[in-house]
């Protein structure tokens, strides 16, 4: 079946734009993780879905990231006035459930931004 | 402050020997660890996992060691194959109730013919 979709898979932004990034995940999973990965980093969690539950923001930089869901398909990752430091891979992953057991994380390929 | 660390960024390992990954942790509420493997341009793929009331699991040439008195696990991969030339972390998380993962920075494997 289909994994984890993400798109677009490269983006190049000026310094204060918004961009937004799209992830598609696997179809039934309605857990939905944002993470990022810095050069020479490892991944940071950015914020996480769980069905209708509030999401969990606690990763977000800053105020200049959001993200949003519909239900348990789509999310978009904005980030408003974009900076240099912001240039990253930003991995999305999708999973069965959040709940009492620790279930495996199924990743998309990632969108690669750069921030000139 | 990093939880989980990979203090080897690189190892190099010719074919048909064994490839040895570390990983080190410091927060003892960790009780779930999971590999990962990455080749470039994609997202990490989940390899396999241990939880913290075993130490050691196997699935074919993998492998994972677990040493909680240490808070040190590792990955054996036997025999190593080219194609096992990747990127690998090494993540942690709680398995009671929902838990982020933890990651550390990567080991890039390397395993020549």
């Known amino acids: 079946g289909a994994g984890v979709s993400q798109s677009p898979s490269n983006k190049v932004t000026e310094k204060g734009k918004d961009v937004e990034l799209r992830c598609d995940p696997i179809s039934g999973h309605t857990a939905l993780y944002w993470y990022r990965q810095r050069l020479g980093q490892g991944l940071e969690f950015l914020i996480y879905?769980?069905?209708?539950?509030?999401?969990?923001k606690s990763g977000l930089p800053s105020d200049r990231f959001s993200a949003e869901r519909t239900g348990e398909s789509v999310s978009t990752l904005t980030i408003q006035r974009t900076q240099q430091e912001d240039s990253a891979v930003y991995l999305c992953?999708?999973?069965?459930?959040?709940?009492?057991?620790?279930?495996?994380?199924?990743f998309g390929p990632g969108t690669r931004l750069l921030v000139l | 402050d990093q939880q989980v660390k990979q203090n080897s960024p690189s190892l190099s390992v010719q074919e048909g020997r064994i490839s040895i990954l570390n990983c080190d942790y410091t927060n003892s509420m960790f009780d779930y660890f999971l590999w990962y493997k990455k080749y470039p341009a994609e997202g990490p793929t989940f390899l396999i996992s241990i939880s913290s009331i075993k130490d050691k699991n196997e699935d074919g040439r993998f492998t994972v060691f677990l040493n909680k008195s240490a808070k040190h696990l590792s990955l054996h991969i036997v025999p190593s194959q080219p194609g096992d030339s990747a990127v690998y972390f090494c993540a942690a998380s709680r398995n009671s109730g929902y838990s982020t993962l933890t990651f550390g920075k990567g080991t890039m494997l390397l395993v020549s013919p």
């Open positions: 992953a999708s999973s069965t459930s959040g709940g009492e057991y620790q279930e495996t994380q199924y």
């Open positions: 879905f769980q069905g209708n539950s509030a999401p969990d």
